[in-house]
DNA sequence: ATTACAAAACAACGGATGTCGTTTAGTCAT
DNA sequence: ATGACTAAACGACATCCGTTGTTTTGTAAT
């Protein structure tokens, strides 16, 4: 009663403690060893934790993987974006493409090698972000069938930002001009897309 | 020297035999529970096969889910192409749209509601699969770009494909009705994606 | 300060995983 | 048919997983 602080914010601080150890000591050792060699014991091992604290935050790796991935990724977008967001479609998408180049880019540097089972999910979240901070602006519009649409914008963005990212370095390639080359063509979608 | 059967095709008859087994066992263990509920153990129980060899022909529950959505998607979309597949890239772009769509909603309705692991894996490799058809034909074309537009592409159709099987039954729209929903926009990737 | 509550620590379990080295049995050329 | 070769089958092992129940410690309101 006597506070306003919305629930979502009054965390246990022990919580905030807990998970923020178990991030930095997963990021930690992504730096060291790839994703399907890290175990659970290596996570808790290097936070000090015990092994079974960390099935009382998540449910596994994967899903430890996901939530760093989704709010490493959200903070990304939002810095990017600036405030207040632009309010031109266009301008919106460029930020979203630029911005997914340059976070994919960033773990494809700092994070050894890694196997199958981290990209996807790698993918699958930066796909349901970038549809995240879409849908908004699409339903604004008013266009038709918008889940369709950004499902398939949100998709090829990802796709495309995905593959540049994979390009070794140097790249040949700048973001801003990634974008510039699948702007015209994500565009398209939402004209092209029939009733 | 005495055949001139390519190498690829000379494999030992038991490791199809083996491999053949391992893929019943496990399509039929997946109308029974999730992917994520299913061990190996179960699935070598279920095909009298020592848990061992399992692992001499796949690395794991994963790899194995891979070569059989490959293997299965590959021979669905052949029969839907025809022999010989179309010339017209539209054509053979809608057959392919709706390969996906049968494709996915058989899995859908096949398949015990299947958990986290599942899905992304049968999304990339319907991706990829989509990617593979696709390719060849955009080389034909000369497009500029091919690599970014295959991407492009295969996620956007895979992406809207997977969403219309998860619509639940009776589905509102037709496979066919959405192949025309989302041509245009495919097509127009092709003529906008910048060199 | 006291109290009620919620989370972390810890030990321990049954079970699944992935990998050995050895044994067995299919396959192909002669 | 035979025999050498190659690869699949197998049993066993150490490890990791995910869960459970109990104890201890930190947190926030009275």
Chains 1, 2 share one sequence.
């Not at 015990?50 to 990304?76: P, Q, V």
């Amino acid at each position: 009663m006597s506070t306003d602080i919305p629930a979502a914010q009054r965390i246990d601080p022990r919580i905030r403690r807990t998970r923020q150890m178990l991030f930095q000591s997963f990021h930690a050792l992504l730096g060291e060893k790839a994703f399907d060699l890290i175990t659970v014991q290596d996570i808790t091992e290097h936070s000090t934790l015990n092994r079974a604290t960390f099935y009382d935050h998540f449910t596994d790796k994967y899903a430890l993987l996901e939530a760093m991935i989704a709010e490493r990724f959200r903070n990304y977008i939002a810095t990017r974006l600036g405030d207040p967001p632009p309010v031109a479609c266009d301008k919106r998408l460029r930020a979203l493409i630029l911005a997914a180049c340059d976070f994919l880019s960033e773990i494809a540097a700092g994070c050894k090698r890694n196997q199958r089972q981290f990209e996807p999910i790698v993918e699958s979240q930066v796909k349901a972000i970038i549809r995240e901070f879409l849908m908004p602006a699409l339903l604004r519009h008013g266009v038709a069938q918008p889940d369709l649409q950004a499902t398939m914008m949100s998709w090829a963005i990802a796709g495309a930002a995905l593959e540049w990212s994979k390009t070794p370095e140097p790249r040949p390639v700048t973001p801003e001009v990634l974008a510039e080359s699948i702007l015209p063509a994500v565009c398209h979608v939402i004209t092209a897309v029939k009733a």
